[in-house]
């Protein structure tokens, strides 16, 4: 699979829920993902980035892949932390971006089992990331206000844009 790069239209829009128990392919979809995620060095993946509009994302953080279907954030910590994020979707720059440092997220494995996950550090950070990319956001819109211009001309230098 081939990972789209930012301005890719595709990694701008909402993608669509979708619903485990009857989308035959999810398996091996999911599986293509995060071969992808490994191959290209990631630590997380969303659908969109591979072109496919659905609400599908895989993360590996501590040596345990897993994936996630439909994901939504349900509790966000009043704590924040800025760190530098990286995306596979946006090569060449780092960005500083502002995450909760703690979240709760819902969502459904790929059998359409529901499950929870408290999430703290870089797992909440990869999370929120991820989910990010299902609704079209990504780290360049996340960049604090007084270094976007100069990170987005660093990305254009960057990939010859
Ligand atoms: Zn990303």
New binding site residues.
């Given amino acids: 699979m081939e990972v789209l790069h930012h301005p890719s239209p595709v990694l701008k829009a909402r993608a669509h829920e979708i619903d485990p128990a009857t989308d035959e392919g999810l398996r091996d979809f999911v599986r293509a993902m995060a071969e992808t995620m490994y191959a290209e060095s990631g630590i ?1 993946l ?1 659908a969109p ?1 591979v072109g496919v509009d659905k609400r599908v994302i895989v993360f590996d953080v501590d040596d345990r892949l897993a994936a996630l279907c439909n994901p939504v954030i349900i509790e966000h910590s009043d704590e924040k932390v800025v760190d530098e994020e990286g ?4 090569p060449g720059v780092n960005v500083p971006v502002e995450r909760s440092r703690r979240i709760v997220c819902e969502g459904m494995t790929i059998e359409g089992r529901p499950i929870t996950i408290d999430a703290e550090d870089l797992l909440a950070r990869v999370l929120q ?2 989910i990010d ?1 299902l609704d079209g956001v990504l ?1 360049l819109d996340r960049a604090p206000a007084d270094l976007k211009k100069s990170i987005i001309r660093a990305y254009n230098e960057a990939n010859n844009l």
């Fill in positions: 997380g969303a980035q995306c596979l979707s946006v990331h991820e990319h780290i």
